[in-house]
């Protein structure tokens, strides 16, 4: 695993900038090849006995009419494979930089695009979901498989880190219960274009969204949300994102 170089006084500088910072072969050809086996087997082993918060299917289905997975929750919390992932020492020693402190693992997670059914992503701040005060907290997200303009790549506005988490409101897209509400129009959106063992890490107030995958190539990542040890949660604003996301849930389960 490349988690960059010893200094990373200038990647630091840059994130701080702009909100987000791609890693370019974060992971080896082998390593990508572990991560999706090991993905494989949670699937088939683990998966099944899930409760429903954490486990999220597309709701499109395929012309054969299976449904793919969208989101695997916990990931860290169910096996230990990825719980020792997340808690790589390189990895901690970027993130203490990144957030301004001793680093702790959140929450790691897939995040898929299955081909031709893979669903929209609103705009939205990741702290909407996490609720941190101060916001020193960052999402590593790690591609898998390519992740291109044609399969739903993210797309990132650079520097809007720095402003006032928006309003968020119920988006009614499970597995992304939050979308910003009033967005500003003609945002300047760069896409995070990756390779498969490329990464990028975003602000966890950083504007981002991705499209639809139309395409008939995967996009799978794998992703975990790091957040420094001195962080503490709005319960105010934790609140308002629960409601939200237990109507959500709800919904989907009655259907």
């Avoid at 486990?55 to 395929?62: A, D």
């Avoid at 693992?105 to 898929?112: I, L, Q």
């Avoid at 701040?125 to 790690?142: E, H, K, M, R, S």
């Amino acid at each position: 695993m490349n988690a960059g170089p010893e200094d990373l006084s200038a990647q630091k500088r840059q994130y701080d900038e702009d909100g987000f910072l791609v890693f370019r072969s974060l992971l080896s050809p082998g390593e990508i090849a572990e991560v999706k086996a090991e993905l494989q087997r949670y699937e088939r082993e683990i998966a099944p006995s899930l409760p429903p918060t954490d486990i999220v299917w597309e709701k499109e289905p395929l012309p054969d009419g299976s449904r793919r997975v969208r989101n695997l929750w916990r990931l860290d919390k169910h096996d230990g494979y990825f719980a020792a992932f997340a808690n790589r020492p390189e990895i901690l020693r970027m993130a203490a930089v990144m957030v301004n402190g001793e680093a702790e693992v959140a929450g790691a997670e897939t995040f898929s695009k299955p081909a031709l059914v893979g669903s929209v992503v609103p705009h939205h701040q990741d702290n909407a979901y996490f609720n941190l005060v101060p916001p020193d907290c960052f999402t590593l997200w790690i591609a898998l498989d390519p992740s291109t303009i044609e399969n739903g790549c993210v797309y990132y506005v650079p520097g809007s880190h720095n402003g006032q988490r928006l309003p968020h409101v119920a988006s009614g897209v499970l597995g992304n219960s939050m979308k910003a509400d009033q967005v500003p129009a003609n945002l300047n959106e760069v896409p995070a274009v990756l390779a498969p063992g490329d990464a990028v890490i975003h602000h966890c107030m950083a504007l981002h969204r991705s499209e639809p995958n139309r395409s008939t190539q995967s996009r799978l990542a794998l992703v975990i949300v790091y957040r420094a040890k001195h962080c503490k949660v709005d319960p105010e604003a934790a609140q308002y994102y629960r409601n939200i996301a237990s109507a959500l849930q709800a919904a989907n389960v009655s259907q």
